[in-house]
Nanobody, 121 residues
Framework: QVQLVESGGGLVQAGGSLRLTCAAS????????MGWYRQGPGKQRELVAVIPSGGSINYADSVKGRFTISRDNDKNTTYLQMNSLKPEDTAVYYC???????????????WGQGTQVTVSS
């Protein structure tokens, strides 16, 4: 199957920056879409940014102009550069990938374990 491992979370002061990394591994045939979601205290998981193989990148309105998503297709890795962080950005950030496993034709959705991002005021 596919495993996703996130890294780069931590504690940062408001206005600071962090870069999250998500690396996919396993019997990957193709990764179609990679993205980042987050779940803050008492909230449901929400989309932060998604980057497909083609087409336009999609960002949540709350992070537009501050966050940048990118990917390295050769390494099956996605990055989330987070600038001008705000306390409301505090959440567990999860990596997501829609991928096809070798010898299994269907596209499946996979999730990482999450990495904590805490922004102090």
């Amino acid at each position: 199957q596919v495993q996703l491992v996130e890294s780069g979370g931590g504690l940062v002061q408001a206005g600071g920056s962090l870069r999250l990394t998500c690396a996919a591994s396993g019997r990957i045939f193709r990764v179609n879409v990679m993205g980042w979601y987050r779940q803050g205290p008492g909230k449901q998981r929400e989309l932060v940014a998604v980057i497909p193989s083609g087409g336009s990148i999609n960002y949540a309105d709350s992070v537009k102009g501050r966050f940048t998503i990118s990917r390295d297709n050769d390494k099956n890795t996605t990055y989330l550069q987070m600038n001008s962080l705000k306390p409301e950005d505090t959440a567990v950030y999860y990596c997501n990938a829609e991928a096809t496993v070798r010898s299994w034709g269907r596209v499946q959705s996979y999730w990482g374990q999450g990495t904590q991002v805490t922004v102090s005021s």
